[in-house]
T-cell receptor
Framework: AQSVTQLDSQVPVFEEAPVELRCNYSSSVSVYLFWYVQYPNQGLQLLLKYLSGSTLVKGINGFEAEFNKSQTSFHLRKPSVHISDTAEYFCAVSDEGFQKLVFGTGTRLLVSP | GAVVSQHPSRVICKSGTSVKIECRSL??????MFWYRQFPKQSLMLMAT???????TYEQGVEKDKFLINHASLTLSTLTVTSAHPEDSSFYIC?????WGQGMTEQFFGPGTRLTVL
């Protein structure tokens, strides 16, 4: 069975500072990894995904993530955050069949001036 | 990108009534749709996977007689919460998979439906 751990439930950061949101996964098979963002009372929007190839994945809104197989991690980073990045961020894993996504518990990013 | 809509966005009903939520893929054909439930400040929990023209596959612990799912066409899936009770109050989100556009690898999410049962 696959699982995703997001250790940080909330990450406060000042505007224009860098941020890293942590994600660790467990799986006995090859995985595909995703980061989604959710704004209040809205659905999820895909930020980026890792399927294969380069372990550094660039996404929308200036976000990037690095797949580290040895550490079973897929941390999300942004070098300089904006107030508008305040939202809930979910890491998710899918197996090779893409039958379903398993989500982490989410990390709330709070950007203050 | 692919767009998924949900209707209604918000619904309030009395205990014991049934509520239907629609999920539509607006600009692609979705052979598979997924229904999730999200409690306040928690993650999304998959309730069921719906394939067009066949019965939905429910996750363990989800009552299929209470949460009726119909996927009658390639652009529409419905979730009916039957005999709703206050504990069914939640945020319900659907997603759809496009086999011919982005392929199998991405699910496109709807904006969600806030259900409040009084």
């Amino acid at each position: 069975a696959q699982s995703v751990t997001q250790l940080d439930s909330q990450v406060p950061v000042f505007e224009e500072a860098p941020v890293e949101l942590r994600c660790n996964y467990s799986s006995s098979v090859s995985v595909y990894l995703f980061w989604y963002v959710q704004y209040p009372n809205q659905g999820l929007q895909l930020l980026l995904k890792y399927l294969s190839g380069s372990t550094l994945v660039k996404g929308i809104n200036g976000f990037e993530a690095e797949f580290n197989k040895s550490q079973t991690s897929f941390h999300l980073r942004k070098p300089s955050v904006h107030i508008s990045d305040t939202a809930e961020y979910f890491c998710a894993v899918s197996d090779e069949g893409f039958q379903k996504l398993v989500f982490g518990t989410g990390t709330r990013l709070l950007v203050s001036p | 990108g692919a767009v998924v809509s949900q209707h209604p966005s918000r619904v309030i009903c009395k205990s014991g009534t049934s509520v239907k939520i629609e999920c539509r893929s607006l600009d692609f054909q979705a052979t598979t749709m997924f229904w999730y439930r999200q409690f306040p400040k928690q993650s999304l929990m998959l309730m069921a996977t719906s394939n067009e023209g066949s019965k939905a596959t429910y996750e363990q612990g989800v009552e299929k007689d209470k949460f009726l799912i119909n996927h009658a066409s390639l652009t529409l899936s419905t979730l009916t919460v039957t005999s709703a009770h206050p504990e069914d109050s939640s945020f319900y989100i659907c997603s759809a998979r496009d086999l011919w556009g982005q392929g199998m690898t991405e699910q496109f999410f709807g904006p969600g439906t806030r259900l409040t049962v009084l």
